[in-house]
T-cell receptor, first 112, second 117 residues
């Protein structure tokens, strides 16, 4: 079955610390991969996406993610977290850009 | 960038009434829009695919008669929750794909929080 797993429900980091949010997927073929961020009561903002090519993708707000086919993973990283990064982060996969399957999300809390 | 607007942002309605949510692509045309539902502290689940000029395609377990979808133009899709009940209270989000830029991601609206009392 197709699925996305975000093992960490809640992560707390100090401002300035590095961050890695995990995402593992189960999919029949090479999927399109996405990371979205959602602030409370807001819609989704795309952070970055992977369709093909270089497996290390750069996104907005200083985020990056690496696609590792052998591990079926697409972890999100940021070298130095800012307080404004506190939000819910969703990993998603799909056969293309449509009909996305979302993970359950990781809530990021940032302490000053 | 492409903008998708949802209206209203939030709505409170009485049990048994119907509520219409609009999803508009403001600066691009979309033959296909998607409706998702998000329960509190849960992920988004695809409800249906809205196709301009034709019937929507619903995901398994989603009641077609309860969640009416109309995609009458290339920039507007509507979701009507009929005879709403408290269990329909949720966050509804739409996304739309640019007709011209086919290999780009779908763009999400800001969502509509529905509370049924």
């Amino acid at each position: 079955a197709q699925s996305v797993t975000q093992p960490d429900i809640h992560i707390t980091v100090s401002e300035g610390a590095s961050l890695e949010l995990r995402c593992n997927y189960s999919y029949g073929a090479t999927p399109y991969l996405f990371w979205y961020v959602q602030s409370p009561g807001q819609g989704l903002q795309l952070l970055l996406k992977y369709f093909s090519g270089d497996t290390l993708v750069q996104g907005i707000k200083g985020f990056e993610a690496e696609f590792k086919r052998s591990q079926s993973s697409f972890n999100l990283r940021k070298p130095s977290v800012h307080w404004s990064d506190a939000a819910e982060y969703f990993c998603a996969v799909g056969p293309n850009t449509d009909k996305l399957i979302f993970g359950t999300g990781t809530r990021l809390q940032v302490f000053p | 960038g492409a903008v998708v607007s949802q209206h209203p942002s939030w709505v409170i309605c009485k049990s048994g009434t119907s509520v219409k949510i609009e999803c508009r692509s403001l600066d691009f045309q979309a033959t296909t829009m998607f409706w998702y539902r998000q329960f509190p502290k849960q992920s988004l689940m695809l409800m249906a695919t809205s196709n301009e000029g034709s019937k929507a395609t619903y995901e398994q377990g989603v009641e077609k008669d309860k969640f009416l979808i109309n995609h009458a133009s290339l920039t507007l899709s509507t979701l009507t929750v009929t005879s709403a009940h408290p269990e329909d209270s949720s966050f509804y989000i739409c996304s739309a794909r640019d007709l011209v830029r086919l290999n780009t991601e779908a763009f999400f609206g800001q969502g509509t929080r529905l509370t049924v009392v």
